[in-house]
Nanobody, 120 residues
Framework: QLQLVESGGGLVQPGGSLMLSCAAS????????ISWYRQAPGKQRELVAT???????NYADSVKGRFTISRDDAENTAYLQMNSLKPEDTAVYYC??????????????WGRGTQVTVSS
């Protein structure tokens, strides 16, 4: 039911910044926890950051201090502010909605991803 669309990816130089957006429609955004994942070519998809319905956050060690996840429930949008970008941050970034009471994942959804390339 919930549809997620990522945007904001692009090419940026090392040390630069990007902000990704995850726009939701077709459901009640505020009842879902939101996570950002990323997947580089030939590598496994990895969890980058999570924000809960209550605003609690968690980050992968590799991005702590550089990335900030946030949400604006009034706008049905989640964000990932990425600063001090490194070449190893290059990946397709995906938005994922989920919640703790949906044990079988019936209501979980994925966006199609947005490409982030960090290169000089």
């Amino acid at each position: 039911q919930l549809q997620l669309v990522e945007s904001g990816g692009g090419l940026v130089q090392p040390g630069g910044s990007l902000m990704l957006s995850c726009a939701a429609s077709g459901g009640i955004f505020r009842i879902f926890d939101i996570s950002w994942y990323r997947q580089a070519p030939g590598k496994q998809r990895e969890l980058v950051a999570t924000i809960t319905t209550g605003g609690g956050t968690n980050y992968a060690d590799s991005v702590k201090g550089r990335f900030t996840i946030s949400r604006d429930d009034a706008e049905n949008t989640a964000y990932l502010q990425m600063n001090s970008l490194k070449p190893e941050d290059t990946a397709v970034y995906y938005c994922h909605s989920h919640n703790k009471w949906d044990r079988d994942g019936q209501w979980s959804r994925w966006g199609r991803g947005t490409q982030v390339t960090v290169s000089s």
